[in-house]
Antibody, heavy 123, light 106 residues
Framework: DVLLVESGGGLVKPGGSLRLSCAASGFTFSHAWMSWVRQAPGKGLEWIGR??????????DYAAPVKGTFRISRDDSKDTLYLQMSNLRPEDTAVYYC??????????????WGQGTLVTVSS | SYELTQPPSVSVSPGQTASITCSGD??????TCWFQQKPGQSPVQVIY???KRPSGIPERFSGSNSGNTATLTISGAQPMDEADYYCQAWDSSTAVFGTGTKVTVL
């Protein structure tokens, strides 16, 4: 079974940094495109960015609000996706999810989601 | 930037049909996905590529997309379908989620 497990969330002060991880299992991670999506408390879903498989160039696309401050990477040897966040602001407070389109055959889908990890930015 | 607009709320009686709309410029030219999210849970994809249902999603969920509007239809709504629903589409290499619709079954 596909399993995505996010970790690394917690309380961080404004201006601080944090790295989230998403451990994947149950599918061929190295072939998968992976996305990060966040949800602020009581708000809707917001896409952060996506990384393609390294065999397809490993290209990363970001949402405009996080471009330049968030960085997505992957370690195929560890089946793990990362989200490096810097210069964090209170409005970055959210549950962060990783997701993959690994079963539908449509690269734009979000077939599987992790349970999410909460990031709180507060002094 | 591209935007997808949904009604904030939809109410439906059990066994009746609920329709949730998602509006965006020329949305019919893009593939739309739909997600169900219950309180405290991760989103679940219920429709992808406008009308396809993932394995395990009940047949009462269906989707369509044409012109500027995509629609998620729940035929014979069940109390378990009460949740927030989000549409999603790609604008070039950027994923955009809709504003979300709270579906109440009562």
């Amino acid at each position: 079974d596909v399993l995505l497990v996010e970790s690394g969330g917690g309380l961080v002060k404004p201006g601080g940094s944090l790295r989230l991880s998403c451990a994947a299992s149950g599918f061929t991670f190295s072939h998968a495109w992976m996305s990060w999506v966040r949800q602020a408390p009581g708000k809707g879903l917001e896409w952060i960015g996506r990384i393609k498989s390294n065999t397809e160039g490993g290209t990363v696309d970001y949402a405009a609000p996080v471009k330049g401050t968030f960085r997505i990477s992957r370690d195929d040897s560890k089946d793990t996706l990362y989200l490096q966040m810097s210069n964090l602001r209170p409005e970055d407070t959210a549950v962060y999810y990783c997701s993959t389109p690994t079963s539908s055959g449509y690269s734009g889908a979000f077939d599987y989601w992790g349970q999410g990890t909460l990031v709180t930015v507060s002094s | 930037s591209y935007e997808l607009t949904q009604p904030p709320s939809v109410s439906v009686s059990p066994g009746q049909t609920a329709s949730i709309t998602c509006s965006g410029d020329n949305l019919g030219d893009k593939y739309t996905c739909w997600f169900q999210q219950k309180p405290g849970q991760s989103p679940v994809q219920v429709i992808y590529q406008d009308e396809k249902r993932p394995s395990g999603i009940p047949e009462r969920f269906s989707g369509s997309n044409s012109g500027n509007t995509a629609t998620l239809t729940i035929s014979g709504a069940q109390p378990m379908d009460e949740a927030d629903y989000y549409c999603q589409a790609w604008d070039s290499s950027t994923a955009v989620f809709g504003t979300g619709t709270k579906v109440t079954v009562l």
